[in-house]
């Protein structure tokens, strides 16, 4: 029942949150805190249980609920949990916090709303990342979109209303595709073996033909390769990372882009094993113009939150490659990755979030030399700089290291060309820093530095990030069971 | 004692996080024992492990230290763990030494200065890294403290950010390198693929059992960390960015660009010579590089009026002689070059600083003149700086490391006359602009009267320098000078000695005459130069020819020029060209066509019924025709 609270949680404390507004300003604020902490608390003891328990056996899951739901369509609500998607559950439960946190002073307006669209984003979000039923999958997976097209609409900045629907467009048609593909699958199944069910475990062992394993793989790689985003269906992703408010381009970043790399771990490579296998060059190319693509194009922005926008595009690149190279030491990098990239990403939004709200402007041209005004928020700024172009000593290093080094064993060129991403992320986290930090300021402008709240978030970043960085084996041993799963098949197997 | 071996980057990381935290509340004074302080405790650490380890039984004395396992995945597990050997200890001993010194100084040079706990937490963040680059036991953590020191180079360069042009230099600094640092990443992947550790002994044992020699794996790999090695320290291709690096306070181009960071590749190089010799194309390779980088260096030093310019394309071709060495097999006389060139290097750079800042930060040479009755202390450690630099005969250490590497380029089966002779040419260019910049700095016309801000704090670490730029190259003496060579025997467990061909051996004596009379006879060419009035130069350089050579080599040969329009430009008109991304062109282009077919179809929506009428009457048609005619 623990999963299902997981879910409830969030979703009950929007509810909460909105009706508490009529109370007082604060108090949307103060509940949704709340729920968070409390999901992060349930997230945290699921772990140590984790930790301290014996592994399960393959295909076994370390928490599970299956409640009947429409049983006339074989549809279940089937919840699951295994080290991929516990890690995920604490990074969303972490990161809802932030999400919270970056919007106490940012958002004055309908607080009992946003924070009631926040809330069912982090439930929708969750329940992806738990759901073990292919229709329940979908479900959330719809659940996450609506209450962020709202956010993105309604509390966004200047062109909100142009990026909501492109974000609401994108998402949904390949959300469609996806759909035809589970219900394919589930028809699939049942001619085959006389069950109509949408249970994963159950649809792990479709025998499928290769022309009909390839089609339905390329439904499901379709709606992630929106959500990771890969080129070049990314353009929904600047707008939206830039027109939504802070919490939602963290919770854009750090999560909602997760849910694409999550659903390529757990459906694209167990259901379509053989498909994917003959696809992986294809998606690491991709994944190789993404990196590349998305830091040249990161370094050409003049816009703040475009910038950091685009290097998500370069970052999720790392991840496109790391899952498809399928060696174990390339997927512990794309999981890692996954994680790091959420916890710097978010920080860079955020940052620059407390930027705008101070400042007025996200424009590089228009900032410069706050650096002595701001060297706490100057020196936090480079701190996640420097992650997201993957310094040594932070998370993001040992992610991006792994899945080259995990791409070689399978494609020497691919990792060298991808290695060619680490330069250009140095031209663009360099320019950031001095284009808003350094040189002359260009009026004498009085700005607060980072407060006790923002502090207290960056800090809390900046722990994660360099735990990650030098010692992430717990995050490792976590993720081993699923990579294990993950490797065995025929790419895995030759190596 | 060995197990304090940890502190000894420890103690720094400590010393910056202390300074970042805390830095506005400790005051200058609190700032200065903190930043000085933490290494003067890492150096007195690194010295007292000295004793404990000479005692461990020889001949190959190493001591390793696991502190943590980093990840572990299958068989591939890096761990963060530290091995002290003879090799390791010498890198050691002189970047904790020459670093104590160097913040002694700084305490003082940067007084006054608004950044002054920031400078400090950057340069105890260097030294932390860069003492972990020299103790890492594997690649992957040597490629940690590889990246931190180019932070901190990065940092420290842009010190002073407001002014752009320092910025960047910092970022240029940080990006050329960054190219060959992923060279070198590259080539972790292949050794950790093919050999399946990066461990350093491990791997090289491997790579000696497993490999044969000269074939492409060798090769690749070799090429792949020479790339990094170059980036690094500053070779050709990739030097350009340490003359601009001369942006940063002058302490830091002593520490980083001159005594520590930039020798980092010849380690890497050193430490890796077993994949090296596997590949004698690579290594061949490293000796053209260095002999090459020595003699176009050596010019544009020759040009320079910006006295940390000279001094900045000095290291670059003191540090090609240090590859010429590796390339030919000289491993040790490479490291010796390095130390000698640390102490006399970091005493040039220090009394440069000591100059410009009495000279209310000119830099400009010229404008400087007739300073050695002045500055009497700066004066004469400059000297000996500049003599040892300069490799005068007998009493420099210079002189010893440099003919050492001369020799060795001569004998080695891997060397011959020619990379000797650019060697020595290159040695005759050394003496000139060394000597050119002592004569124009120190002797001549007075210009303007020195500030008077030197204290103690400054000139202490040039007296202590002074000393070692002489005395160090006594522990190593040639056959003909006393036959003790202390120094490659200390290293002999780790680097292997020179495969000297027996018949060139015997030109020892000879070979160290020519270099000596080279040496003077650049002396007494500046002097007659630049010594007195300069008639001679200056009818010189009015011929034309020699105009655009000064401007070509003044340019650093044109490399920056060809950088800018090869690959700078280009990349930066494509971002900017694409900056709205030219993929979304598609998805507009998409909406711009369901957009004009809406209009198109609504505009038939006119509510008029004879048109209606027609609408059908028309599809009716066409709908019978097709059916008829299908």
Known sequence: MILAWLILVPAIAGVLAWAAERWSRAWPRWVALAGTIVDLVLAVRLWIAAWSAAAPPPGHWLVELNLPWIDALGIRFHLGLDGLSLLLVLLTAFLGIMAVACSWTEIQDRIGLFHLHLMWVLAGIIGVFLSLDLFLFYFFWEMMLVPMYFLIGMWGHERRIYAAVKFFIFTQISGLLMLVAIVALSVVHGRATGVYTFDYVQLLGTPLSPTTGWWLMLGFFGAFAVKLPVVPVHTWLPDAHTEAPTAGSVVLASLLLKTGAYGLLRFVLPLFRDAAASFAPVAIGLGVVGVLYGSVLAFGQTDLKRLVAYTSVSHMGFVLIGVFAGTALALQGAILQILCHGLSTGALFILVGALQERTHTRDINELGGLWPIVPRMGGMTMFFALGAMGLPGLGNFVAEFLVLIGTYQVSPTAAALASIGLIISTLYALWMIQAAFQGRSRETIRIRDLGAREMAMTAALVVALVWLGVYPQPVIDAAVPVVATLTTGPQGAAR | ?630
Not at chain 2, 62 to 87: C, E, H, N, S, Y
Not at chain 2, 223 to 239: E, F, T, Y
Not at chain 2, 332 to 358: C, D, N, P, Q, Y
Not at chain 2, 390 to 410: C, E
Request: with cysteine; aromatic share 12%.
């Open chain 2, 1 to 630: 004692m060995l197990y304090w071996l940890w502190l000894v980057p420890a103690v720094p990381f400590a010393g910056f996080l202390i300074l970042v935290l805390a830095g506005r509340r400790l005051g200058r004074a609190g700032t200065a024992v903190v930043g000085v302080g933490s290494i003067a405790v890492a150096t007195a650490i690194a010295f007292a492990i000295v004793p404990p380890f000479l005692a461990l039984p020889g001949p190959d004395r190493v001591f390793t230290q696991t502190l943590w396992t980093w990840m572990r995945i299958g068989d591939f597990t890096p761990t963060v763990g530290l091995r002290l050997d003879a090799l390791s200890l010498v890198m050691m001993l002189v970047v904790t030494g020459v670093s104590v010194l160097i913040h002694l100084y700084s305490s003082a040079f940067m007084d006054g200065d608004e950044g002054y706990a920031r400078f400090f937490s950057y340069m105890n963040l260097f030294v932390g890294s860069m003492l972990v680059l020299v103790l890492a036991d594997n690649l992957l953590l040597l490629y940690l403290g590889w990246e931190g020191v180019g932070l901190c180079s990065y940092l420290l360069i842009g010190f002073w950010y407001r002014d752009p042009v320092n910025a960047n230099a910092g970022r240029k600094a940080f990006i050329v390198t960054r190219v060959g640092d992923t060279a070198l990443a590259i080539g972790l992947f292949l050794i950790a693929t093919h050999l399946g550790t990066l461990d350093i002994q491990l791997l090289m044992a491997r790579a000696a059992a497993a490999w044969a020699p000269g074939s492409a794996l060798p090769i690749a790999a070799a090429a792949l960390l020479l790339g990094g090695a170059v980036g690094k320290s500053a070779q050709l291709p990739l030097q350009t960015w340490l003359p601009d690096a001369m942006a940063g306070p002058t302490p830091v181009s002593a520490l980083i660009h001159a005594a520590t960071m930039v020798t980092a590749g010849v380690y890497l190089i050193a430490r890796t010579h077993v994949l090296f010799a596997l590949a004698p194309p690579v290594q061949f390779a490293v000796a053209v590089v260095g002999a090459a980088t020595l003699l176009l260096a050596g010019c544009s030093a020759l040009t320079q009026r910006d006295i940390k310019r000279v001094l900045a394309y000095s290291t670059i071709s003191q540090i090609g002689y240090m590859f010429l060495a590796l390339g030919v097999g000289a491993w040790s006389a490479a490291i010796f070059h390095f130390m000698t060139h640390a102490f006399f290097k970091a005493l040039l750079f220090l009394g440069a600083g000591v100059v410009i800042i009495e000279m209310h930060e000119e830099h400009d040479m010229f404008e400087m003149g007739g300073l050695r009755r002045d500055l009497p202390v700066t004066f004469w450690t400059f000297l000996i700086g500049s003599a040892s630099l300069a490799a005068v005969p007998l009493v420099t250490a210079g002189f010893y490391s440099k003919d050492l590497i001369l020799f060795d380029t001569w004998s080695s089966a891997a060397g011959g006359p020619w990379l000797w002779l650019a060697g020595l040419v290159g040695a005759l260019l050394t003496s000139l602009y060394t000597f050119r910049m002592v004569f124009v700095t120190f002797f001549g016309e007075r210009h303007r009267a020195p500030a008077g801000r030197a204290g103690w704090r400054m000139t202490l670490p040039l007296v202590v320098l002074a000393v070692l730029a002489i005395v160090a190259g006594f522990v190593e003496l040639p056959p003909t000078l006393g036959d003790k060579p202390y120094f490659t025997g200390f290293l002999l467990p780790v680097l292997p000695a020179v495969a000297a061909i027996p018949a060139r051996a015997l030109d020892l004596g000879r070979l160290q005459i020519a270099a000596g009379l080279v040496s003077l006879a650049g002396i007494y060419v500046s002097w007659l130069l630049y010594g007195g009035r300069r008639a001679t130069v200056t009818a010189l350089m009015r011929h034309p020819s020699a105009l655009v050579t000064r401007r070509f080599w003044f340019a650093g040969w044109g490399f920056d020029w060809l950088y800018d329009h090869v690959f700078v430009r280009p990349v930066v008109w494509f971002a900017f060209a694409d900056r709205h991304d030219v993929v979304d062109r598609i998805y507009d282009g998409l909406a711009w066509s369901s957009r004009a077919g809406w209009r198109a179809l609504s505009a038939t929506e006119t509510g008029r019924i004879r048109a209606y009428a027609a609408g059908v009457t028309i599809g009716a048609i066409i709908i019978t025709t097709i059916v008829i005619w299908t």
